[in-house]
């Protein structure tokens, strides 16, 4: 049997109903319930959350963090079959940093120079860096379960965006605990934090996703 024909029956299964995709569906709410569930557990939300929901920079904060979630999920269901990659859909990957960066250029703008240091190093940058991974834990092992279910073309490229979509689960939970909403604190961390765990995904996946 010739590869492409070997490849080509491959995704017809992970195709089939009841296979692949009812596990990402699975993976996903599971992995939203389990984060959910350490974040109220654990932390729970900020005490001046009734405020806060007033600011514009902590709502857009959900916005960021939710693009994230969002579009990195939708590529994991992609690359869970042998014939996904990221040569079409890829690009949606660049709106969370997108969204950021404007905002980030509007915080520069409408703040005095004097607070940007203040703003960008924040208060809570050590828990930042802490808790984002920490919450991705049960969503990243939720998608690399659901990948196992697929046949992934690359295994570490599907581990790495498996855990950037659980960052984006983990970050918007973090959000709603986290004092600090300005663009420039979260464009600076938010994003380390989601590396690290995109790092461990693609280690993982690499050798958890072989076929």
Known sequence: ??????????????????????????????????????????LGFR???SEAMRSGRFLFK???????AVTAAG????????TGS?????GVLTLAPALLLGA???ELIATPAGQWEARLIGRNAGLCLT????LAIGPLACFLAALRRGAPANPGLAG???????????????????????PLFVAAWYPMAALVVAAAGFLIGRKLLRW
Do not use: E, H, K, W
């Not at 492409?4 to 089939?16: E, G, M, N, R, W």
């Not at 009841?18 to 709410?29: E, L, Y």
């Not at 990221?86 to 890829?90: D, E, K, N, T, V």
């Open 86 to 90: 990221l040569a079409r859909r890829g």
């Open 160 to 182: 790495a965006i498996a855990g950037l979509a659980a960052s984006g689960v983990a970050a918007t939970f973090y959000a709603a605990n986290c004092a600090d909403d300005s």
């Open 131 to 134: 808790l984002i991974p920490l």
């Open 62 to 68: 959900f916005v960021v963090t939710i693009a994230l």
């Open 75 to 82: 590529i994991v269901r992609r690359l869970g079959a042998p």
């Open 1 to 42: 049997m010739r590869t492409d024909d070997f490849i080509s029956l491959l995704a017809q299964d992970t195709a089939s109903p009841g296979n692949f995709r009812a596990a990402f569906t699975m993976a996903a709410a599971g992995g939203v319930i389990i984060a959910a569930v350490l974040f109220f557990a654990a």
């Open 47 to 49: 005490p001046d959350i």
């Open 104 to 106: 980030v250029v509007f």
